[in-house]
């Protein structure tokens, strides 16, 4: 997959960031204090973040490179690209109750982490915040996952979670230090952009792993 695609993913998609990964920012230990402070602690928690992004995306490089050495690739890509445009059309499908109910008990558990966190009067805590909330799914890192699950490497992608992580950056950092910047109604009429480029990465999905499987060749990485 094209690495500019994560970092748009990222971009577009940090406007829905701001209502789930929004709270967390803002309540960052240390957000009375002064300019300074309080963007030292917003770049450390962000940097958290995009570590995580990254790591992970490593972790699923290992998986995506067990799928091409067992053949598989082209057909996981075919499928991950039908799941995300399913998801981003019908964004409140149902989880099977097992399903949600390791999410849940997963997300309880790093939310739980998180608030321990807060107590914290650690300058560098806000960084541990983010290593975190790196870890709390939500469908704009799963669709950037499964992108960066059929790249060729390990290391694009991580480098391609990277990027995703470095699109969000500027809104989440302005949250830190402008949490009014963006009105909800603005919001709510960006917000849909992200979906449609979530769609967009799901038919670039599709069409890399019908052309591999034809014989044609991609500049897709």
């Not at 994560?6 to 990964?21: D, E, Q």
């Not at 991950?80 to 999410?103: D, E």
Request: glycine letters at 12%.
């Amino acid at each position: 997959m094209e690495l500019w695609t994560g970092f748009t993913l990222g971009l577009l998609g940090s406007f829905h960031c701001i209502g789930m990964c929004g709270p967390i920012a803002l309540a960052i230990p240390g957000q009375n204090r002064s300019t300074g402070a309080m963007l030292f602690r917003g770049i450390l928690y962000n940097l958290g973040r995009i570590l995580t992004y990254a790591f992970i995306g490593f972790v699923f490089g290992i998986l995506g490179l067990g799928a091409t050495i067992a053949g598989y690739q082209n057909a996981l890509s075919i499928v991950l690209g039908v799941l995300v445009i399913a998801f981003a059309v019908f964004p409140h499908i149902k989880l099977p109750a097992k399903v949600n109910s390791v999410y849940t008990d997963f997300t309880t558990r790093i939310t739980r982490h998180i608030s321990g966190l807060y107590k914290s009067n650690s300058r560098f805590s806000s960084f541990f915040i983010g290593l975190l909330n790196g870890f709390l799914p939500c469908g704009f890192v799963v669709t950037a996952l499964a992108a960066a699950l059929i790249t060729s490497t390990t290391f694009y992608s991580a480098l391609y979670m990277a990027l995703f992580g470095l699109g969000t950056l500027p809104v989440m950092l302005m949250m830190n230090m402008a949490p009014g910047f963006i009105s909800p109604k603005l919001r709510s009429k960006l917000r849909p952009f992200s979906s449609y480029f979530a769609i967009i990465i799901g038919l670039l999905l599709i069409w890399r792993g019908y052309s591999m499987m034809n014989g044609g060749h991609t500049m897709m990485h």
